[in-house]
């Protein structure tokens, strides 16, 4: 896997492809079938459909989805650099969505 800063993550995130941060922290996990998984430590933050349209949850204190400092910096991070087929789901749509449920591995 490339290891990456975290735009590279984002990056890669969005082309469908796997890197990591330098910390692991951040991840871009590409699968098999089309799909494309954005973890913040283990927590699945966000989706890449094989389509290309990019799905990301909410996790951040606004929106009553706090996990922590840096899950709501890559949330942010995400949201404010990827202008282009970014759908923001709230964390309680997130969590029931079937995209949501898709194992990172």
Known sequence: ???????????????????CNHKGTLTSRAQP???CDLLSYDLKIGCR????????????APAGGFKSMT????????RYTTHKNLELMNPLVWESSALSDRMPF
């Open 1 to 19: 896997m490339k290891v990456t800063t975290n735009d590279g993550v984002l990056n890669a995130w969005r082309k469908g492809l796997s890197a």
């Open 33 to 35: 079938d089309g799909y």
């Open 49 to 60: 459909t094989p389509s290309g349209k990019l799905v990301l949850a909410n996790y951040t």
């Open 71 to 78: 899950t709501s910096q890559h949330v942010c991070l995400a």
